[in-house]
């Protein structure tokens, strides 16, 4: 479990990234932080490696403050995936993964076999092992981060817009893989985006940002489409979108699913 206790940070220079932000992630949950740029997601989901340290309030994991430990330990014990990667781009893709292994003491060999492992487990074919970071695509790469994010077999995986630099489809495909993923592991997830419709495919609990880390409203992903909080949420989300506009027609006795636009998507199941 991830508690932040009413934390805010002011950057040097005075910039107010967030006011006395408060939520608890229950642990083996994902819960999606969505909000437009500049809204803090990034500054809060650092708090909990401690790349930021608040200036007031508290970041605790299971009641343990973040703080009371060593921050490089810290780091070491929880997977964080960037939207660049974070690849090291002069060591092969193995390399790359086995390199967080050899960190927490395990040898080459086994790390080398234990790299390879992940990278079945984030679905990247063995032969891509030799190729460097600049050698594979954006989703390849992106997938490299999640193996190497794994490696500790950390608990906590903090997520920042790691699927924001690939087109749809492969974005489609690296969602649906951490879908899977999760199932299986049932990591304690924190995962920072943008994009609402990815924010409610992922989230098993969905935080919607205003500025400065205002709470606008949380929630499940059919509690937010059901009962927006106010006018910013229902424009945020897009609930008057056609494509969430859904209501049914019958045709030939079958009860059709029809978007805003009157285009079929699906046929009802009794
Ligand atoms: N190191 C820094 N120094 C000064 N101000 C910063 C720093 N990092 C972030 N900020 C400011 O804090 C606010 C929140 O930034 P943050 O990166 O947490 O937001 P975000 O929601 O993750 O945005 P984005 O989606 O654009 O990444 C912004 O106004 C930003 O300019």
Same mark, same amino acid.
């Given at each position: 479990?991830?508690?932040?206790?009413?934390?805010?940070?002011?950057?040097?220079? !005075?910039?107010?990234?967030?006011?006395?932000?408060?939520?608890?992630?229950?642990?083996?949950?994902?819960?999606?932080?969505?909000?437009?740029?500049?809204?803090?997601? &990034?500054?809060?989901?650092?708090?909990?490696?401690?790349?930021?340290?608040?200036?007031?309030?508290?970041?605790?994991?299971?009641?343990? *403050?973040?703080?009371?430990? +060593?921050?490089?330990?810290?780091?070491?014990?929880?997977?964080?995936?960037?939207?660049?990667?974070?690849?090291?781009?002069?060591?092969?893709?193995?390399?790359?993964?086995? &390199?967080?292994?050899?960190?927490?003491?395990?040898?080459?060999?086994?790390?080398?076999?234990?790299?390879?492992?992940?990278?079945?487990?984030? !679905?990247?074919?063995?032969?891509?092992?030799?190729?460097?970071?600049?050698?594979?695509?954006?989703?390849?790469?992106?997938?490299?981060?999640?193996?190497?994010?794994?490696?500790?077999?950390?608990?906590?995986?903090?997520?920042?817009? #790691?699927?924001?630099?690939? +087109? #749809?489809?492969?974005?489609?495909?690296?969602?649906?893989?951490?879908?899977?993923?999760?199932?299986?592991?049932?990591?304690?997830?924190?995962?920072? &985006?943008?994009?609402? *419709?990815?924010?409610?495919?992922?989230?098993?609990?969905?935080?919607?940002?205003? *500025?400065?880390?205002?709470?606008?409203?949380?929630?499940?992903?059919?509690?937010?489409?059901?009962?927006?909080?106010?006018?910013?949420?229902? *424009?945020?989300?897009?609930?008057?979108?056609?494509?969430?506009?859904?209501?049914?027609?019958?045709?030939?006795?079958?009860?059709?699913?029809?978007?805003?636009?009157?285009?079929?998507?699906?046929?009802? &199941? #009794?």
């Amino acid at each position: 479990m991830i508690e932040f206790a009413a934390v805010s940070k002011t950057y040097p220079g !005075g910039s107010v990234a967030v006011e006395g932000f408060s939520l608890v992630v229950p642990s083996h949950r994902t819960v999606a932080l969505v909000g437009s740029s500049g809204s803090g997601k &990034t500054t809060l989901l650092r708090m909990v490696n401690r790349m930021v340290e608040p200036t007031s309030g508290r970041v605790l994991i299971d009641d343990q *403050d973040v703080q009371d430990g +060593d921050a490089v330990e810290l780091r070491r014990s929880i997977g964080y995936v960037l939207q660049a990667g974070g690849l090291l781009p002069h060591r092969t893709v193995l390399d790359n993964v086995a &390199t967080v292994l050899r960190l927490s003491g395990i040898p080459r060999k086994p790390a080398r076999e234990q790299a390879l492992g992940l990278m079945a487990r984030v !679905g990247l074919d063995a032969s891509l092992a030799g190729r460097y970071p600049g050698q594979l695509s954006g989703g390849q790469q992106q997938r490299v981060g999640v193996a190497r994010a794994l490696a500790p077999d950390p608990n906590i995986l903090l997520m920042d817009e #790691p699927f924001g630099a690939v +087109d #749809p489809i492969v974005r489609r495909e690296l969602q649906d893989e951490l879908l899977r993923l999760q199932a299986e592991l049932g990591k304690t997830i924190v995962f920072v &985006t943008h994009d609402v *419709d990815e924010a409610f495919r992922l989230g098993d609990e969905v935080v919607v940002l205003r *500025d400065h880390g205002v709470i606008a409203q949380r929630g499940t992903p059919a509690e937010i489409l059901a009962a927006p909080a106010d006018a910013f949420v229902a *424009d945020f989300v897009g609930a008057d979108r056609a494509e969430r506009a859904l209501h049914t027609r019958i045709v030939e006795g079958r009860t059709i699913a029809v978007d805003g636009n009157g285009r079929p998507v699906g046929v009802m &199941t #009794p």
